[in-house]
Nanobody, 127 residues
């Protein structure tokens, strides 16, 4: 079992930045691929970014490319999402997710591929 706890959400003005953290516990997190998802009111949960357990490969949804950066520090069992140039449409609950991977180069983009989820952290971007 892996437990995930997100932090770093909050209220920010458009154009501002936030850094989300996802702290993992329970097992050797360095063998788990991770992802950040978000869900806005009335919308489906969507992938924002994903990263392999090595940290060497990553994926971003088009709407956040060039603004968001996913990274990880395995020695600290933590995954980050640096969010810059935030827009109102980034407002959502952000969830961290993880799944065991058998290659350091794999990341996963589908919700059903992830076995462990955090409780979510609210990000609100005001005009």
């Amino acid at each position: 079992q892996v437990q995930l706890v997100e932090s770093g959400g909050g209220l920010v003005q458009a154009g501002g930045s936030l850094r989300l953290s996802c702290a993992a516990s329970g097992r050797t997190f360095s063998r788990y691929a991770a992802g950040w998802f978000r869900q806005a009111p009335g919308k489906e949960r969507e992938l924002v970014a994903a990263i392999s357990w090595s940290g060497g490969t990553a994926y971003y949804v088009d709407s956040v490319k060039g603004r968001f950066t996913i990274s990880r520090r395995n020695a600290k069992n933590t995954v980050f999402l640096q969010m810059n140039a935030l827009k109102q449409e980034d407002t959502a609950v952000y969830y961290c997710a993880a799944t065991e991977a058998y290659s350091g180069s794999y990341y996963y983009t589908q919700i059903h591929e992830y076995d462990y989820w955090g409780q979510g952290t609210q990000v609100t971007v005001s005009s």
